[in-house]
């Protein structure tokens, strides 16, 4: 697989680069404090955890009528939601705490939606921040062949209304990623980017094992122990997943597939002629930062430009670091990408898929 390499010989990038991270490092020694998580990173894992947790155990212990179990699952989906984003992903950047143990222990929080922590990491650590939005490294770029997300994919007809559609596949992320991960794996396997990372047979016995037990206590333990018939217990399955799967996918192309984010293809040589830093924020923006509930719910992910170069600060510095960011991109003139509302960055979604869906390729 060809690597792409970030060369710049611009002066005004580089020293952009080299001020933001001295910038915000020199907040934290001045706070005195540590760029990782702190005790309401505590709190708000249990709450997260709660918000799955509890609501599963009251399908199980309380019978109920099958229609009020309905809300009960779309907490649940809601809860599963959170602790991806809140939880597990800084865990799996090794921002969640210094104690790398702790970090590996939350970031197994994924198998609560019966997914694979390790091709999460190769996906989203690795090539989604690494090859932000370019074509053909990114796959939150690449999505089903029924959307089109990037200008450089093949245009068809059927996603003149994408703008429309797309909201019902977003559903269907975590679900699809049950058996995606094998998929996915074997893609990495083939490409040669797994090597010396981990053994592929142990890790495709450890998918199954993790997916068996998944199916066998969301699906089959309700199946024995509750009222409910199967094709409910299905079905509450279903709403479930599909709504944690809505969120986290609205909540991430929020960041990306926006008016203003750029996409990038990198040269036959692979090469994109920009710093590494100045391309995260061409290709990624932030939405209602003054949110304070929906920064506290979505893990941050509403700082996504602060993220990106920071992969290893704790979300719950963001919303102090992100002014930090912005002023020193407008001393060097790089555009600080943001959205003030959600409201503003949802309908700039809207709008970015609906002009995705009707222009053509860009080669």
């Not at 019978?63 to 959170?82: D, Q, R």
């Not at 993790?210 to 299905?234: A, D, N, R």
């Not at 923006?285 to 304070?292: D, G, K, L, Q, T």
Request: hydrophobic share 45%.
């Amino acid at each position: 697989m060809k690597n792409v390499k970030f060369i710049s010989t611009c002066a005004v990038q580089k020293g952009f680069a080299s001020a933001v991270r001295q910038n915000v490092n020199n907040y934290f020694k001045e706070q005195g404090i540590s760029p990782k998580g702190d005790s309401t990173m505590a709190f708000k894992t249990v709450a997260m955890l709660s918000m799955y947790i509890l609501p599963f155990l009251v399908l199980l212990c309380i019978p109920m009528n099958p229609w009020i179990g309905i809300p009960i699952v779309v907490l649940m989906g809601i809860g599963s939601a959170g602790i991806g984003m809140s939880v597990m992903h800084d865990a799996v950047h090794s921002s969640y705490s210094h104690n790398e143990r702790l970090n590996r222990m939350l970031g197994r929080t994924i198998y609560l939606l019966g997914n694979s922590v390790f091709t999460w990491k190769m996906q989203h650590n690795v090539f989604h921040h690494a090859y932000t939005n370019i074509d053909g490294f990114d796959d939150d770029i690449a999505g089903p062949k029924i959307m089109r997300l990037s200008e450089h994919a093949p245009l068809n007809k059927f996603h003149r209304f994408q703008h429309i559609h797309a909201f019902l596949f977003y559903g269907f992320l975590t679900i699809a990623k049950l058996l995606k991960d094998f998929v996915q794996l074997w893609e990495f396997k083939k490409a040669g980017v797994i090597e010396n990372r981990v053994n592929v047979r142990t890790e495709y016995i450890k998918m199954i094992i993790v997916k068996i037990v998944y199916l066998l206590v969301t699906i089959g333990l309700p199946i024995l122990v509750t009222p409910f018939v199967w094709w409910q217990v299905l079905l509450g399955f279903f709403i479930m997943h599909w709504t944690a799967g809505s969120i986290l996918s609205t909540i991430f192309q929020m960041a990306h597939i926006v008016e203003g984010a750029e996409q990038f293809r990198a040269s036959e040589d692979g090469i994109i002629e920009k710093d590494w830093a100045v391309h995260e924020l061409l290709t990624t923006a932030n939405f209602a930062r003054n949110n304070r509930f929906l920064n506290w719910y979505i893990g941050g992910l509403n700082f996504q430009i602060e993220h990106h170069l920071f992969p290893k600060i704790c979300h719950v510095h963001y919303r102090k670091i992100s002014p930090i960011v912005e002023k020193t991109a407008q001393e060097y003139g790089i555009p600080y990408n943001l959205k003030p509302t959600f409201t503003q960055a949802f309908m700039s979604h809207v709008r970015r898929l609906k002009e995705l869906g009707r222009t053509p390729v860009i080669g």
